[in-house]
């Protein structure tokens, strides 16, 4: 026994000595890395999903199907764990990302419909038009979604070139015309969708039917994968919103029927076919180290589309409300010799941190006009114990403030008539659920320990609350809020006006 004795404390004497070298080994290589002068001039690439959601990725816990090129992205990058969107829902959710503002401040909210008299103001100083200012070539492919007339499309707000879709892809209402089309709604399974696929500023196809956009993932990443493919030694920023895994899904050949888990599987494993070609093409080109590739998604998942939506990962409920479920998205970032390899970021991140830290990277000047997103550099340079987002605002509809953060700490505040998909059964292969509205209490959650946002601690911790309501009021005070019919004195701005001939 006393040899055993004295052999188990060998072992513990040099498992901690291996733990101190182990220690001072990434003391020194976080080190390195915070210290080392970084690129002034990376490639940009921004990969936004739509409305896929926080568990819809196998680094996230997906079942069913794999993603082996978005898992290697996070095992050579940086993974969030807690990013939020400006607002979660589409139109809100992408001003945001390219401006740093919360979609309120610059009079943007909910999702526009085609031929919207509104849309991302073109006098706002956005990413594209930032980046530019320092010399980068700029491209969108996707989804837009901010405004469908001419004059609020991507050529003229910064972009030197566009292909995509103006605005969701289950928009049948209004055809690519631009005349309303009532005869055309749904009735359970999709009809004929008739949407208009845009190159710079003009339609060149149609989409008339739903087996058509079946290639619209293919589409997107082989004029991306040429876009890499031609660039030069100029920098470029490269804006790829895809249309899936929006409802009405659709896929492929190539992946249909692949997964073990329908159709939104067979959906998920396309788009993870795209983000490889997408890195494949940057290492064929010999840019991959020197390129800063972001991915992530406008919002949560739609959760009344049941199996043909994604999953929340856990959090309650889903895309059109302040709930995690809704408002927390996957996100990774990987810029090879920057960003340390494989590390997971646990700090309050927003997407729209994304512009300030750009700008930041590129040696950019702000915008004169304010902005909301923090400039996150500290984080993606390895330094955990950063925090350089204190709180975050949720925002929803007009200008609706429904819950603020601090830390773990979430107050939600008191509404009447919040959505929800907990109360009626989802739906089933493309014929969507119903949602019904209930009135919300305050109550304030501990993400710590209760990311499901089950148990109100409110009445454990008052003092939480009283500092969190001081938050509130800031927030009030800034930009006013609908629910408390207040009146902000901040800088409020008028979103883009559609002129339309």
């Known amino acids: 026994m006393l040899k055993l004795g004295v052999k188990n404390k060998l072992i513990m004497k040099k498992a901690f000595f291996l733990s101190v070298i182990i220690s001072l080994c990434n003391g020194a290589f976080g080190q390195e890395i915070n210290n080392k002068p970084i690129s002034k001039t990376p490639n940009v690439i921004i990969i936004l999903m739509d409305d896929m959601g926080y568990g819809d990725l196998a680094v996230t816990g997906a079942l069913n199907f794999q993603t082996p090129h978005i898992d290697k992205l996070a095992n050579e990058g940086m993974r969030f764990t807690d990013f939020l969107v400006g607002q979660p829902v589409c139109t809100a959710s992408r001003s945001a990302l390219l401006t740093g503002c919360y979609p309120n401040r610059i009079g943007m909210y909910g999702a526009i419909m085609p031929h919207s008299p509104i849309g991302l103001n073109p006098d706002e100083f956005n990413m594209a038009k930032m980046l530019k200012s320092k010399g980068y070539k700029t491209a969108m492919i996707g989804k837009w979604h901010l405004g469908d007339a001419k004059s609020l499309m991507p050529l003229q ?284 209490t305050l109550a304030l959650y501990d993400l710590a320990n209760d990311v499901s946002e089950k148990y109100d601690v409110k009445e454990q911790y008052p003092e939480i609350v009283e500092e969190l309501q001081k938050v509130a009021e800031t927030a009030r005070t800034e930009f006013g809020d609908d629910l408390t019919n207040r009146k902000g004195n901040g800088d409020i701005r008028p979103p883009g006006k559609a002129e339309w001939k």
């Open 157 to 440: 707000q910064g972009f030197d070139s566009y292909y995509g879709l103006p605005y969701s892809n289950d928009m049948w209402l209004v055809g690519y015309d631009g005349k309303i089309h009532p005869e055309d709604p749904i009735k359970g399974k999709y009809k004929d969708l008739p949407l208009p696929l845009i190159e710079g500023n003009e339609t060149v196809q149609v989409l008339k039917s739903l087996k058509d956009q079946e290639q619209l993932t293919t589409l997107y990443t082989e004029r991306a994968v040429k876009y890499i493919e031609q660039s030069d030694n100029k920098p470029f920023f490269l804006y790829l919103a895809h249309s899936m895994p929006h409802v009405p899904l659709a896929v492929s050949d190539k992946f249909k029927g692949k997964s073990k888990q329908g159709l939104y599987g067979d959906v998920m494993m396309e788009v993870d076919w795209s983000i490889g070609e997408i890195m494949n093409a940057l290492k064929k080109k010999g840019i991959e180290k020197n390129t800063l590739v972001i991915f992530t998604s406008d919002n949560g998942p739609w959760l009344k589309w049941g199996n043909h939506a994604g999953s929340g990962g856990g959090f309650r409920e889903g895309k059109m409300t302040v709930y995690e479920g809704g408002s927390r998205v996957p996100c990774i970032m990987r810029w090879k010799g920057t960003i340390p390899d494989g590390v997971i970021c646990n700090q309050l991140t927003s997407s729209i941190d994304i512009f300030p830290t750009l700008a930041n990277i590129v040696g950019a000047k702000l915008p004169k006009h304010k902005i909301d997103g923090v400039d996150i550099i500290s984080l993606l340079r390895g330094d955990m114990n950063a925090s350089p987002r204190k709180y975050f605002y949720y925002f929803y509809n007009k200008n609706d403030l429904k819950a603020v953060r601090r830390d773990n700490w979430k107050l939600v505040l008191p509404c009447k008539n919040q959505l929800t998909y907990d109360e009626l059964p989802r739906g089933k292969d493309a014929f969507p659920g119903k949602t019904t509205e209930k009135d919300i």
